[in-house]
């Protein structure tokens, strides 16, 4: 069995269209622990709404949010990534009281190169529309806060890439 290079549980974020899906699963290959799927999490009345247009309701995220801190708690100590937008703050507060080791990957880009890769992209439930409400919703990291930007300019494996180098420089969990 490969030995995790990072003991470090990571959720990959951002608002959608910034390539969380796709980063995710190369991120965990390059750090050597499993990946998870954050829209996996969703209860089906959650992907109904979003597919329906209409942008979640904090009460529709929080069990969703719960559902991935278990995981993340579960792989404490052991490493993991898995994906979850994690705009606001408080999303980020109820994962960390749930993984307190947890640390973010945030996936930033303009809104333009973000709607041209979603204009792109088949078979997902988000539709470009619900992009300016994601933005309008999105809390970008704090100083407190445990994580790394990453620019999503460059193909995939540039990206995960210099998420793997940010994520290095970060102190080892406690």
Same mark, same amino acid.
């Given at each position: 069995m490969q030995q995790p290079q990072t003991?470090?549980?990571?959720?990959?974020?951002?608002?959608?269209?910034?390539?969380?899906?796709t980063i995710g699963p190369l991120l965990a290959a390059r750090l050597g622990v499993p990946?998870?799927?954050? +829209? $996996?999490?969703? !209860?089906?009345?959650n992907i109904?709404?979003?597919? &329906?247009?209409?942008?979640?309701?904090? +009460? $529709?995220?929080? !069990?969703?949010?719960?559902?991935?801190?278990?995981? &993340?708690?579960?792989?404490a100590g052991l490493g993991g990534v898995v994906s979850c937008s994690a705009l606001k703050r408080s999303y980020r507060d109820r994962l960390r009281a749930a993984a307190p080791g947890v640390?973010?990957?945030?996936?930033?880009?303009?809104?333009?190169?973000?709607?041209d890769r979603m204009s792109h992209r088949a078979g997902h439930f988000m539709p470009t529309a619900l992009l300016d409400s994601q933005f309008a919703t999105l809390q970008p990291l704090q100083a407190d806060e445990a994580g790394v930007a990453v620019d999503v300019a460059g193909g995939p494996e540039e990206i995960?890439?210099?998420?793997?180098?940010?994520?290095?420089?970060?102190?080892?969990?406690a």
């Open positions: 003991p470090h549980v990571v959720v990959v974020m951002g608002v959608a269209g910034t390539g969380k899906t990946y998870a799927e954050g +829209d $996996d999490f969703h !209860p089906p009345a109904a709404k979003m597919s &329906a247009g209409t942008p979640l309701d904090d +009460d $529709d995220r929080w !069990p969703w949010l719960d559902a991935i801190g278990e995981w &993340a708690h579960g792989r640390v973010f990957v945030h996936l930033t880009g303009s809104r333009e190169l973000i709607a995960a890439s210099r998420a793997a180098d940010s994520l290095r420089a970060l102190p080892e969990p």
